[in-house]
């Protein structure tokens, strides 16, 4: 495995990427930057579609970059598992999203949407929470129903 440069605290790494399992939904070899989750799946997407959605990538982008070859895309691994970069990224592409079905879930991707300054994503994530059936452990839900004790 090759050596990784920290950016930006430990919240990611820029590295060459040589292999690795990519998204089906995300693999556009046209893509600019790589997007790493936390258990090795990539994601290919274009920086302006990150710049455009994102208040942290947009500062990032605004950094000055160390200039790759054209044929090798820009490496950012997160600290996010895939199913959430997943969610978040079809949010910010404007493709079908998945449903939302623990309190769990909800909760990674708001924190993940929040961090990334994703207002998009966070609006659309609080309607799906108000209007969908998330079901959670019973700890989570209120008194009333949690049942009798």
């Known amino acids: 495995m090759m050596e990784t440069e920290p950016i930006l605290g430990s919240v990611l790494a820029m590295v060459p990427v040589d292999e690795g399992i990519f998204h089906m939904s995300f693999?556009?070899?046209d893509a600019d930057v790589i997007l790493g989750a936390k258990d090795h799946t990539m994601f290919r997407i274009h920086s302006w579609t990150l710049r455009t959605t994102s208040g942290w990538?947009?500062?990032l982008f605004?950094?000055?970059q160390q200039s790759l070859a054209s044929n090798h895309p820009e490496t950012i691994n997160l600290d996010?598992?895939?199913?959430t970069?997943?969610?978040?990224?079809?949010m910010i592409c404007g493709l079908p999203i998945n449903p939302l079905t623990s309190y769990d879930e909800v909760d990674a991707l708001l924190f993940a949407a929040e961090k990334y300054e994703m207002p998009g994503p966070v609006s659309l994530i609080c309607m799906l929470i108000m209007t969908s059936d998330v079901h959670g452990p019973a700890s989570s839900r209120g008194p009333?129903?949690?049942?009798?004790?």
């Open 27 to 29: 693999s556009s070899l």
């Open 62 to 64: 605004s950094m000055p």
């Open 144 to 149: 009333a129903e949690a049942g009798p004790h």
């Open 57 to 59: 990538f947009r500062s």
């Open 85 to 90: 970069l997943e969610s978040l990224l079809l």
């Open 80 to 83: 996010e598992d895939s199913h």
